[in-house]
């Protein structure tokens, strides 16, 4: 046993031309594995990104039944006393939300958009369109009565910077109540539909608006990372007053986002599953290839007493040693290349010229996940085990003669 | 070089099971690329033709200024040209339905809301799009049917009405006359798209023109054409202009922005998949073809000895290769062609929550591997370079040995 272990471990090194050879299959079948797997995770949680870090965050606490038909009768009337509990659970960002539909005109054009009061200071904590500003500011001057809106919007109205659009919308008494806005800020989010349905105004300009005193419709809460979401709910029902609202998570908010995700995993599968048929294929054919080019060495080792049984125990071990040699090299290699585009993220607008036109910019982060590594390295070993089986019975079986003349 | 070209083809099956693992790593990666380009851009074309069928179209004909303004003063006579004769004078256009596209306000007995109100010819609309064959109840419109509409699932819901219910529409018409009538529901629409359905009232269209005061008129024509991939090329090339009149040819494309958008992302990372998927099969190919011919190095250097110039030994291995992929790339299309033909008929099977999940959605459909001819051409050429690209380094090596050191060593 171990005098097998100590030739296995030599036969590698005594050409080790042929063993690197073997070894970078390994370890490119690992950086592609690995690759693949984390690009997909990077856009599925950019998928997801969108939807919750632009509008609304990972949880929302809502009036109970506003998630099935919203209307400003329906409202959380005492926020402070939230507030303070939410402050109390930890891993989270919160921010207040008043949101309602209404109209937004200038006096050229008008359309129908969503308004919503923010906080601007705790709102930064929780969405990100204050990073999206392309002209002017995310309410840092002391204009009063601002509104940040989108580009596709100023567009649609024909209003620049510095000027006003009027605002309206039906009120708690159930008139039409209007107010003046002065536009500083414009954002451009990859969504275009965003960028022209959402205008953004200061939380108590949006409750003077519909008549709220210090009402709100929501309460925003952004997920740090390393918080688990179920838990995080959790602690939020056992922390909160209780009241008329619900809790509702992004899931929930967004089901055909969902349902998508599940469809797009699907097809990740599928297509990891190509990926693996093709990491097989290469390891079969490489590990195929280098052992009949030793089919003579095995001849002179049967000629000289060795069991075949002992040739193939030597094989494994040489296979395992150089399996675990690559996956090693590969996977310090993967956290090398994709680690530093998780951290600096890989901007694919300049692969495209589509997005460019567009004038998306996609900034992927890909992600690696300790499961899928494992189950990735699992697949690899074993498959390399698998593959190694058949050509060793092979060259076990040869008759000594047949092996010293084998060309 | 006719000698050569014996040695070469003679070199290649002198010893066969070697020839076989190289050419096997070639046509493997043509068939593995192949599939996935074809699983890939089958899938796209299943979503995209979906998400353009769905109720835009793949183009449409308007008034300049009714895309931007959405407005009936942007309207048109519906006899403004012989409709008909477009399936003959343009080969690529296979069907056409008149619409009419607005807005107004719809009641039921408890409450009002917000509609966009479309009104259609049943029969031709079906032939071009398909948002009113996703029923959640009741039934869709038929050519004869009047006075009978049918409402998104989640306006329905608002309104509080079912199909046999009456609903009240009230609207601004052609010349700011005010328009009132009454309809039943005769089914409710489950379109995939919450936003629509949230929105969506569908009725024939002689009731949409007396609704909208708008006699003999209408603001689209939706085509159907031969392939929702080439509108914009079919769009420059369509002219429709009458009494003074001039349509605007829009294709999906300039309608919907953000399923390009879509597209463009889908494109990325099916590209970022593939550049995996090459890395995994290039390597393996210049792996084996580098081995095959390192481990003969000790027959070169007896060639040598023998009085072969390196130059003839270099010919030698490229005819060698060159045929060996030549060989192994057309028995990779070859096969990945069969491959295709033979699956191409059969869905790609999805679990069965999931279908309950999509169908349960309203959006439901079967997705297809694609025999388009992109998908042999870009393995074709993707792998062709990498093998090519493979061999030079082991060739020139070859031809730079030192018979001595080629003798005895047997290997670099």
Known sequence: MKTTLKIAWRNIWRNPRRSWVLITTVVVAVIGYVGTTSFTRGFMYEMVNSAIRYYGGHIQIIPEGYDTKPNIQLRLSHPDRMAEALARVPGIHFAPLVTFKGMASSSEASGGVVINGIDPQKERQVTIVSEKIIAGDYFESETANAAVIGEELAERLNVRLGEKIILMASALDQNIASGAFRVVGIFRTVSTDFDRAFVFIRLDDAQKLIGYQDEITAFSIHLQQGYDLQQTVERLRETLPPGDFKIQTWRERNPVLVLSLEVYEYFIFLFLLIIVTAVAFTIVNSFLMVIYERIREFGVMMAMGVLPKRIRRMLYWETLFLTLIGSTVGIVLSYLIFGYWRRHGLDLSATSDALGKLGISTVIYPEILMSDLLIGLGVIVSLTWIAVLYPAYKASRFHVVDALNFV | ?412
Do not use: C
């Open chain 2, 1 to 412: 070089m006719k000698k050569f070209v014996k040695i070469a083809w003679r070199n290649i099956w002198r010893n066969r099971r070697r020839s076989l693992i190289t050419m096997t790593a070639i046509m493997f990666a043509i068939l593995i690329t192949g599939v996935t380009r074809s699983l890939q851009y089958g899938t796209y074309d299943t979503l995209e033709s979906y998400a353009v069928r769905l109720m835009t179209g793949e183009m449409q004909l308007q008034k300049k200024g009714f895309f931007e303004h959405q407005t009936l003063a942007y309207s048109f006579p519906e006899n403004l040209y012989p409709w008909d004769r477009l399936m003959d004078e343009y080969d690529f256009v296979e069907a056409y339905a008149r619409r009419i596209t607005s807005y107004g306000l719809v009641g039921s007995a408890t409450t009002s809301a917000g509609a966009m109100i479309i009104g259609v010819e049943p029969g031709r609309e079906k032939q071009v799009t398909y948002f009113m064959t996703q029923l959640a109840a009741g039934e869709t419109l038929d050519d004869g049917d009047d006075r009978r509409v049918l409402l998104g699932k989640g306006l329905a819901d608002n309104l509080n009405v079912t199909p046999g219910d009456t609903v009240v529409v009230l609207t601004q018409g052609f010349r700011n006359q005010l328009g009132a009538d009454m309809y039943v529901v005769k089914g409710l629409i489950r379109s995939g798209n919450q936003e629509l359905d949230r929105a969506l009232m569908v009725m024939p269209l002689h009731n949409a023109q007396d609704l909208f005061s708008l006699y003999g008129r209408i603001t689209q024509i939706v085509l159907a054409t031969r392939d929702f991939r080439r509108t914009e090329d079919y769009a420059s090339r369509m002219h429709i202009a009458m009494d003074g009149e001039e349509l605007r040819v829009l294709p999906w494309q300039t309608l919907m922005p953000e399923l390009l958008q879509l597209i463009a992302l889908d494109n990325i990372s099916g590209a970022i998949f593939l550049l995996f998927l090459l890395l995994i099969v290039g390597f393996e190919i210049m792996n084996t073809t580098l081995m095959a011919i390192m481990e003969r190095i000790k027959e070169f250097g007896i060639l040598q000895s023998l009085g072969v110039k390196p130059r003839q030994i270099s010919l030698m291995l490229l005819l060698e290769t060159g045929m060996k992929i030549s060989l192994a790339v057309s028995t990779g299309l070859l096969l990945t062609f069969l491959f295709i033909q033979l699956i191409k008929d059969y869905p790609i099977p999805l679990s069965s929550e999931l279908k309950k999940a999509m169908e349960a959605w309203g959006f439901y459909t079967d997705f297809y591997f694609t025999d388009r001819v992109r998908v042999f051409i870009e393995p074709l050429v993707a792998i062709s370079v990498i093998a090519v690209l493979s061999v030079i380094y082991p060739i020139w090596t070859a031809s730079r040995l030192r018979p001595v050191d080629a003798l005895r060593k047997g290997q670099l």
